[in-house]
């Protein structure tokens, strides 16, 4: 797939067939790319139209990130202001790739892996409007990110959720924290633990699959 730049942010597309279809929004991890999340496509359902997006931050060892993050200060581990632009950003393209390929404006699914599941998850509690699926692979419910929780409508949103029990990078106790709160604002979720490290085994694959299915 070439990687197309007419839009706010660089991204790969697999267009779907069906007229009025669905976008589902790959949002990759610090330090990957388009590609990675893009890896999976052939895998699911045609009535998607599927868009890998590339953060907008180069880093000096390669690859990309949507805000920094600091490995030494787990008080300020997360670039709040950068973070807070990037939810913009994904919002923004949002809009941008739905007028352009004509796609449903009201059934946007979210895919993202670490940084991108805090930013998934973050963009649809402050702006849930046309979010109907998220999924959240290693991710957790970043309160500093998020901000201030105000009542909103959440009923056509779904949630699958995984991370690894072996995970070093983002503890799977902050990862618990993120069923908790959706819970509190009555958000269906489905929060699954796998015996893996910070990535997806084959059975989260299976079962991150099935959900779509499912729900598709």
């Not at 895998?43 to 920094?68: C, H, M, N």
């Not at 300020?76 to 739905?98: C, G, H, M, P, W």
């Not at 979720?189 to 299915?213: A, C, R, T, V, W």
Request: charged letters at 20%.
């Amino acid at each position: 797939m070439k990687l197309q730049t007419d839009l706010s942010l660089k991204y790969l597309i697999k267009p779907s067939e069906k007229e009025n279809s669905k976008l589902l929004l790959l949002i990759h991890g610090y330090g990957s790319n388009e590609e990675d999340l893009f890896s999976f496509v052939n895998d699911l359902p045609q009535e998607f139209t599927i868009v890998s997006v590339r953060a907008p931050k180069t880093l000096d060892f390669g690859g990309y990130a949507w805000y920094d993050i600091n490995f030494t200060d787990a008080q300020k581990f997360n670039d709040v202001s950068q973070a807070q632009n990037s939810i913009e950003l994904i919002r923004k393209f949002i809009e941008e790739i739905t007028e352009k390929y004509k796609l449903n404006t009201q059934n946007v699914w979210l895919c993202g892996f670490s940084q991108g599941a805090i930013l998934s998850n973050a963009l649809t509690i402050q702006n849930p409007q046309n979010i109907s699926k998220v999924i959240m692979l290693s991710g957790y419910w970043a309160s500093d990110i998020i901000g201030e929780v105000e009542p909103k409508e959440y009923k056509n949103v779904n949630y699958f959720i995984s991370h690894g029990t072996e995970d070093t990078v983002i503890p799977i106790e902050w990862a618990r924290t993120t069923p908790e709160k959706l819970n509190n604002l009555n958000i269906h979720n489905e929060y699954n633990e796998y015996l893996s490290g910070h990535g997806l085994n084959p059975q989260n694959f299976y079962d991150m699959l099935d959900f779509i299915k499912r729900n598709v």
